[in-house]
């Protein structure tokens, strides 16, 4: 429900790069930490990401403050990793054209940036500690640190350092690659696709009207704005859109359907599409992209804009197997999953959108042949590009192709009905101006409510709401994921295709019952992809990430058994996370670890690097040739013989990967208002009816029985059509039953609202 579209920022007739859209206003914050805390915490994040400079032994230089922050190496060894990553460098086609001088200055430049020195740096920094995810780390970090250093019987391995230490390091990494322009030049990673161009040369962009509020002058009172519609749907995401499209296009025009939205609107009309890497996480995903689970075992990923997942994820359009669709049939009581009906919704979706392959990328095709000589089954993973080729791997920064103010959690109002139900009679919350943060109460009257706020917030709003389910936030899967990344000698150019275009399937269901893992392509833009690979040391993080662009990555994800669950933190009322990696599904997780890297060796990989803190790289001899490679592994079979290869596999299995050191990441968020035959089951009706209210419906993948397996996106969308057509049939029942939208309050009638 955002006030207004962003605008133009340039009157530039022709513009040649996306056009810079800044950081999105937010609230004061008060002071989270003391000056000295601050202090503390850039301290360490620049240990994390330091400057590397070539000792200087002058009496000048040991007591120069700055100096003594950097990370000092004796001139050998410095010239040693200077040269080493010269020959990455020198190899880059774009870098040809640099006199060696030129390019020398630029990397020891870049060695011996320190981030910090970035004003951006510590406001990105203030803005992530900020987010209600990011107060919490703040938070314990000082209890952690008061353990650790004021116990001198504190165990250095405690769980509680070791999570704060992956979440500290974390942070440091991520901060650099989001404000790092030295390491942008050094790689040679382009800011913009450079197939981009303006709006005005691409395919017409749908244009969105919005309702305009203005502001009451300050003497006046405030007095709540009151809107009247048929049918209110809160969210904009993959749930939302397709249940809004089928309302609006089979109920009768006078039909008045309004969408609510607490994030900003973007449009790619206006060529701010694709965000840089600091203003798209800022922007487009939910607390800057940095939410971790209570105990900081796994990192979630949500979007959270005008459009949700469907401005940010990856295009993959994937349909459950069959053996999911099965259980949530037969096993969970919904045969609809295994209907015609349910076909028709998938195969609507996908023609909807134009889904179909694309040119695989380097990374893809490493996937796709690597799995063929061994004897995986995989397969091309159609895209939701409108039948067109994708030549960039930008999209999760919001597309410029072809995707599709600010508001504030609104709740519904609730009211007595028939056999003790609850009666929804609209929504109401809090609007909140774009600049300066003006707020005014909301009420929308209507006689439905649609929630589709995605899985970590469907569920507070409901609570929020008053409804006391006990399945509401809990039954929650994340499909966690593992990282697995190679290294090639030649130039892969990573940001360049599709980023999810291939799939490999074989261990899709290792226990028998539906549970595995599926090896896939990551997302390479650099402030998603890098943070995850292991960090040593500083020097060493710095000169490692410098062969960004000869580096693929990949995830191992796994369809979870088990569960964990969503709550509304008692001080924010945002979404909060609970959930650990179970050793059952680590193990599967563990499986693809090990298929991905024999993956690699297969494919030549000149570096294999697991994401698994402690277990050292696999790094091929210079003389172990591809040819050699290819003798270690017996003819287009999976076999693989090379004994040091196998060993190191045998250490990868022995090292494990346990929580919390080990980087777990999700994308993909399901279950907290899980659809249930009985309701006790869960939390929403076969038709997507919440049990035991009237007009209130969940349309999201918080209804999905239990995880997926595959990519969320067209599933989502599938059962977003189902519920949306039943909420259809209720609204025109309603219609001719002579109901006025909102309905009239009956005798006796209670109602329950909240705060968010």
Known sequence: MEGQETERMST??????????????????????????????????????????REDTSAKASTNRASLAAFHLPAVEYDKMVH?????????PDKAALRSHEQKALLEAYLAERPSDNPLFTELLTRIVSHPAGQETAASAGAVFAEVYLDSGAPARSPPFRSLFKSMTSLGKLLLFRTST???????????????????????????????????????????????ADIVIIGSGCGAAIAAHRLATTLPPTTRILVLEKGYQFSAASDIFPMTQADGMENLFESGAVIEADDGSINVTAGSCFGGGGTVNWSACLQAQHFVRCEWSQQRGLPYFESAAYQASLDGVFKHMGAG?????????????GARKL???????????????????????????????????????????????????????????????????????????VVSCGTLWSPVVLANSGLKNPQIGKNLYLHPTNFVSGFFDEDVRPWEGGALTSVVSSFDNLDGKGHGVRLEAMNMMPAFCLPFLNWSSGAEYKTLVSKYRHMNMYIAITRDRDTGYIYPDPLTGFPRVAYTPSAFDRAHNLVGIVSLAKILYAQGASEIHPSLPGLRPFVCSKTNTTAQKQS???????????????????????????????????????????????????????RGGV??????????????????????????????????????????????????????????????????
């Open 12 to 53: 530039s007739p022709v513009a040649t790069r996306p056009l810079s859209v800044g950081l999105p206003w937010v609230p004061p914050s008060g002071e989270l930490l003391t000056k000295s805390q601050w202090r503390t915490v850039i301290a360490i994040l620049n240990t994390v990401v330091p400057p590397v400079c």
């Open 84 to 92: 080493k990553i010269e020959q990455h460098v020198a190899a880059s």
């Open 182 to 228: 030295l390491f942008y030049d050094l790689s040679g990673f382009p800011p913009a696709p450079p197939t981009w161009a303006p709006s005005s040369s691409t395919s017409p962009h749908h244009q969105y009207s919005f309702l305009q509020f203005s502001p009451p002058p300050p003497a006046s009172p405030s007095t709540p704005i009151t809107i009247t």
């Open 357 to 369: 392959a694309v040119t695989p990328n380097h990374g893809n095709a490493v996937l796709l042949e």
């Open 375 to 449: 004897g995986y089954e995989a397969k091309m993973v159609p895209q939701n590009c409108g039948g067109a080729e994708h030549e960039d791997g930008y999209c999760t920064l919001g597309c410029w192709k072809r995707r599709w103010g600010r508001s504030r959690g609104f709740l519904f109002e609730e009211g007595g009905g028939k056999g003790g139900k609850k009666v929804v009679r609209g929504v109401k919350g809090v609007w909140t101006m774009k600049e300066g943060g003006k707020e005014m109460e909301v009420v929308v009257r209507a006689r439905q409510v």
């Open 632 to 686: 270690h592994t017996t003819n287009e079979t999976e076999e693989i013989t090379d004994p040091l290869f196998l060993a190191w596999l045998s250490e990868l299995q022995a090292h494990g990967n346990k929580t919390p050191v080990t980087p777990f990441g999700s994308a993909h968020q399901v279950g907290t208002c899980r659809m249930s035959a009985t309701e006790r089951g869960g939390v929403v009706d076969p």
């Open 691 to 756: 049990w035991g209210t009237e007009g209130l419906y969940v349309a999201d993948a918080s209804v999905f029985p239990s995880a997926s397996g595959v990519n969320p996106m067209v599933t989502t969308m599938a059962i977003a059509d189902y519920i949306a057509q039943g909420t259809g049939r209720d609204c025109l029942a309603a219609a001719a039953a002579g109901a006025g939208a909102g309905g009239d309050k009956g005798e006796g009638e209670r109602a329950a609202t909240a705060k968010l």
